[in-house]
Structures are given as C-alpha cells and as structure tokens.
C-alpha cells in the first residue's frame, strides 16, 4: 500500500553523475519510455492496469545528456547554511536560525558580491565587531576558505522531504540518515 506522501527520484546520467531529483509522474513516465534503468526501488508498490512495480528510488538514463550546473548558476541563503553548517565563520559558534547572519567578507559597500566566495554565516557579535571592513582590517579569521557548494549538497538542501533512500548516499557523497 502506498503512501500518501509522494517520494522524489534521483535521476542520473548515462555516466553516473547526479542530474536532478524528480517527481514519481516523471520517473514512470522515463522508465515507460525505456528511456532508464532501474538501479533502486522504494519498498512501495505502484499499482498499474497491467500489474504492479516497485517505485524506483534511482534511475539512470540509458543516453547521456548534457549536465545543467545550477549550484554555480545563483547564490541560495539556503545552501549557504547548509555548506557552514550553521556555525559562525569566525568564532566557530553554533547558531540558529533567529541567530545567524550573513556576512559579506568583502562588505557590499566596497564592491563586494553576494556569491558563494564572498558570503559566509556569521554571528550578529561577529557580523558587528567586522562591520564595513573586510576580516583583516579587524584582525579577524575566517574558520575556512568559502566555496561554492557541491551540485550533490545544492540538490540535497533542495530535496526537502521527510523520506531518504540510503542507497542516494552513494551516489551524492553523502551521509544523511532520514527516515526511509
């Protein structure tokens, strides 16, 4: 019997590499198709006029198509946080989300982006003392280097459903215990 929350798919290139995350209507569709292997199922069944199926959990398509880099495409608040782990940059503290702020190294008044490379999760006593400076005028020190996020981390903050498969970790490089 199936639940009534629709579980997402994780698509992937003929080569492997993570595409997207898609709905359950267009999984169906692409394996109907024969457009793309089944590599993992869910354990729910997807009753059809002909039969039964198991829902695939991961699909790989049988032809390459050319990969859409969307992490680098444009900044997310989100992905933000979730690449500093919602800790302070600078002073290492971990933080909520009513505590955190984000902090522009290279402050927006001097020409400063809001991009991946330039903006870090801060506390508001950290975020104060740097003010419209940049961290070495105050002698301060960034924990690490900020850098655009993975394309597997850009995908797993935008998969927001209660349900993981685990056999997605091995194809994302991560290691995310949710409930299946």
């Known amino acids: 019997m199936r639940n009534m929350v629709e ?5 992937l290139n003929e080569t492997y590499e993570t595409l997207s995350f898609i709905n359950e209507r267009r999984a169906l569709k692409l394996l109907f198709k024969g457009k793309v292997d089944v590599l993992s199922v869910w354990n729910d069944d997807v009753f059809l006029i002909s039969g039964k199926i198991k829902l695939p959990a991961i699909l790989r398509l049988r032809k390459r198509v050319r990969r859409n880099y969307i992490a680098n495409n444009g ?10 782990d919602n800790c302070c940059q600078y002073c ?3 933080l909520t989300p009513n505590q ?3 902090d522009h190294i290279i402050p927006k008044q ?9 903006c870090v999760v801060c506390c508001k006593k950290c975020n104060s003392e740097k003010g419209n400076k940049t961290p070495e005028e105050v002698e301060m020190k960034l924990i690490r280097k900020p850098v655009a996020p993975t394309f597997s981390s ?13 056999d997605w970790n091995d194809y994302l490089g991560l ?6």
Not at 75 to 84: G, H, K, P, V
Not at 175 to 180: F, H, L, P, S
């Open 7 to 11: 579980k997402k798919v994780l698509l």
């Open 154 to 166: 850009y995908y797993f903050v935008s998969c927001e459903q209660e349900f993981w498969h685990p």
């Open 100 to 102: 955190l702020t984000i």
């Open 175 to 180: 290691n995310i215990n949710k409930k299946v």
């Open 110 to 118: 001097r020409g400063g982006q809001t991009s991946f490379t330039n």
């Open 92 to 94: 290492q503290k971990r």
């Open 75 to 84: 900044f997310s608040r989100t992905a933000l946080i979730r690449r500093d």
